[in-house]
């Protein structure tokens, strides 16, 4: 069997070959973003930290797939380029924890600002987000299985269960 | 090293003689806290690149536990300190002087004393670099976490913003007698003004 492609911080993969599996593995206050057309079978999934860009992070190392902003826009221009149609588009939200509820330790709650920002963004796409396994306090590690477009969820210390 | 990042050749080496002293210094600290000697062997400090911790780690969807802290002062920065869970299990049975192998599960206490632990090895290590650096700091209270490396990591990745692209990684092993566990440190200091007091102390 294939090796699943691993899709890292600030990255994001597209794939129509049904022997693939993308997954993001570990998503903390990170949000996994996941569009599948169910007709071309055309999948992808971004992995973006960050809500979005401010100018001081345009410079050489300015990634769009880094911030969920700019991020769901690239990943939806690369799907319909691969020949998804944006109509189709199956939209999955997952993560965005916070991952620090300790007291003292302040509540910069970055989780919470990328769920923000991905419902903000999609929204003014006019994109409607199928299903969001996103907050709570625990990091995920979420699939996507290209030939039939399942996608499945695993928090630690728990097993993986479809969505 | 390939100077890729904004930190320069000197700035290294003082960060890896904090780091050396810094985790000497710890060691110190848990022989007090557990009463009995321990030592601290092949302390180790370098520059990695944000994103390649979680590899260095283990994998991003192993099970870890973090100890995070942060710093204020006239320097701010953060501290994580992350264990794989079965090494943090042997910590705590080192911790409380049991056999290895005691502690099977993480609950409150185990929890409570690793947070103990972080924070005193923030501390003794914050101390040395105060001592070296004629900077004061003040650390915040621990937060203890146990999931997925990548999931500690995001806490690292997303206060960084991507900003300092490089942290200050630091390995060391705790030994007592012939039990030996292996901890990471990682700092992460304001990069601009580590430099500022690094220019100052250099009296240029």
């Known amino acids: 069997m294939k090796e699943p492609t691993s899709v890292g911080l600030g990255e994001q993969a597209i794939s129509r070959n049904p022997e693939d599996i993308l997954v993001a593995y570990g998503l903390g206050s990170c949000v996994g973003v996941i569009m599948i057309d169910p007709v071309s079978k055309v999948s992808g999934l971004l992995h973006a930290v960050l809500p979005k860009a401010t100018d001081g992070f345009k410079d050489s190392s300015y990634k769009p797939s880094k911030f969920v902003e700019s991020g769901i826009e690239q990943l939806l221009a690369d799907l319909i380029h691969k020949g998804a149609m944006k109509s189709r588009l199956i939209v999955h939200l997952v993560g965005g924890a916070n991952m620090l509820m300790l007291s003292g330790v302040g509540s910069f709650d970055i989780g919470n600002r990328n769920l923000e920002a991905a419902y903000a963004v999609l929204n003014r796409l006019n994109m409607q987000v199928t299903s969001a396994d996103v907050g709570g306090h625990l990091g995920r590690t979420v699939r996507i299985y290209v030939a039939d477009g399942r996608v499945t969820i695993r928090s630690a210390g728990q097993k993986e269960h479809s969505i | ?204």
């Not at chain 2, 557990?34 to 260095?56: A, D, F, M, Q, W």
Request: aromatic share 6%; net charge negative.
């Open chain 2, 1 to 204: 090293m390939e100077d890729t990042t904004s930190f320069d050749h000197q700035l290294l080496k003082m960060l890896q003689s904090i780091a050396n002293e810094g985790i000497q210094n710890v060691a110190y600290g848990f022989s007090d806290m557990v009463g009995r000697k321990i030592k601290v062997g092949n302390p180790t400090g370098k520059l990695v690149p944000v994103l390649s911790i979680p590899e260095l780690v283990g994998g991003p969807d192993d099970d870890a536990v973090g100890i995070y802290l942060r710093f204020e002062g006239d320097l701010d920065g953060q501290i994580m300190m992350i264990v794989p869970t079965q090494k943090a299990m042997e910590l705590v049975d080192l911790l409380m002087d049991e056999p290895v192998g005691t502690t099977e599960h993480l609950g409150t206490l185990e929890r409570s004393a690793l947070g103990e632990l972080g924070n005193l090895c923030g501390t003794f290590f914050l101390n040395s670099m105060a001592k070296s650096t004629g900077a004061s700091f003040r650390p915040s209270p621990p937060a203890v976490m146990v999931d997925m490396v990548g999931a500690i990591l995001d806490i690292v990745v997303a206060t960084t913003g991507f900003v300092s692209e490089h942290v200050l990684l630091m390995q060391a092993n705790f030994m007592d007698g012939s039990r030996s566990v292996e901890a990471d440190f990682w700092v992460i200091p304001d990069l601009i003004a580590l430099q500022a007091l690094f220019k100052k102390n250099m009296g240029s």
